[in-house]
């Protein structure tokens, strides 16, 4: 999710102050003090007068967000979907380019032959980066496309798949935790000057 706030924190009987961000499977508080709580040691979550409350066995902690602890309440009492945080809507042609798990192609659906609004490339090794300009002959104007590739892997690594957009005239405008063990990094054409803003 990636979005962060400063605020303050209380626990343990301490009030500090600090920058909190709130992450797929954890919240993590840095400041005077650190405090990183995964999601699935939480029992209880709650937001009221703009606090977040966490309960947690070393707990609780509450953090003053303001306007956005109703927010950050709902997305970890029910996260974003994958298709969700990869920005996948109903009615989009999707293409998929090499092998994926069997769960996710299932979940996407049908993948087109020709031209797509999204694109999902997996990257093994960085000779598989090599499929890229191929799959950008197939992207439709305002599409984009999500290179998926392993996490702390030998065989390719994120300098590499960013070079790789980059030499294609892509841009990295998106980065998310595809799985726990790969990431997904998304790419677009860069906006021509003049054209509207989305």
């Given amino acids: 999710m990636g ?3 400063e605020c303050r924190l209380r626990y343990a009987g301490q009030t500090v102050t ?3 961000r709130l992450e797929t499977d954890f919240i993590l508080f840095r400041g005077e003090r650190r ?4 999601f699935k040691d939480l029992t209880a979550v709650s937001a009221a007068h703009g606090c977040l409350k966490l309960e947690f066995a070393g707990g609780p902690a509450t953090l003053e967000l303001g306007p956005a602890a109703e927010k950050w309440a709902r997305n970890i009492l029910h996260p974003p979907s994958l298709l969700d945080k990869l920005g996948v809507k109903p009615g ?3 293409a998929v380019v090499g092998d994926f798990e069997p769960g996710f192609t299932r ?6 032959q020709g031209c797509a609004d999204v694109i999902f490339l997996a990257a093994r090794t960085a000779a ?6 191929a799959a950008i002959s197939r992207l439709k104007p305002r599409g984009c496309i999500w290179i998926v590739y392993p996490k702390g892997a030998e065989a390719i690594r994120e300098m590499e798949v960013i070079q790789a957009g980059r030499s294609a005239g892509l841009k990295d405008t998106k980065v998310v935790s ?3 063990s790969h990431t997904g990094l998304r790419f677009s054409r860069p906006a021509k000057p003049g054209s509207p803003v989305e």
Avoid at 35 to 38: E, F, I, N, Y
Avoid at 107 to 112: A, F, H, I
């Fill in 3 to 5: 979005q962060e706030c």
């Fill in 178 to 180: 595809f799985s726990s």
């Fill in 92 to 94: 989009v042609d999707i």
């Fill in 18 to 20: 600090g920058k909190a």
């Fill in 35 to 38: 405090l990183k709580v995964p």
């Fill in 128 to 133: 598989d980066l090599q499929k890229l300009p």
């Fill in 107 to 112: 979940e996407l659906g049908t993948s087109v």
